[in-house]
């Protein structure tokens, strides 16, 4: 099992920056992969990126160069640069540690609000 600790959300302005970090309670490296999901009010939960074990890449189309998922594995942190920010950005982010063989461990969220 695996503890994730989301950190860095916040309230900011519309077309302002966010970094999310995810820390890992133990090496993100034998993950097969990572990833950011969301949760906007009332909608169901939806990914935002992900990055495998080799550092592919994948964002959702809604995100799409604005932001970027990246990971340390020295610091067992995986985080998501959120730029150009949305009001319809505004959700839960979630963090999930995916490896096989293990059910998906998920952190507590850290609450985004854009304001427009």
């Known amino acids: 099992q695996v503890e994730l600790v989301e950190s860095g959300g916040g309230l900011v302005q519309a077309g302002g920056s966010l970094r999310l970090s995810c820390a890992a309670s133990r090496s993100i490296v034998s993950a097969k992969y990572m990833g950011w999901y969301r949760q906007p009010p009332g909608k169901q939960r939806e990914m935002v990126a992900t990055i495998t074990r080799d550092g592919t890449t994948n964002h959702a189309d809604s995100v799409k160069g604005r932001f970027t998922i990246s990971r340390d594995n020295a610091k067992n942190t995986v985080y998501l640069q959120m730029n150009s920010l949305k009001s319809e950005d505004t959700a839960v982010y979630y963090c999930?540690?995916?490896?096989?063989?293990?059910?998906?461990?998920w952190g507590e969220g850290t609450l985004v609000t854009v304001s427009s």
């Open positions: 999930k540690y995916s490896r096989q063989f293990m059910v998906d461990q």
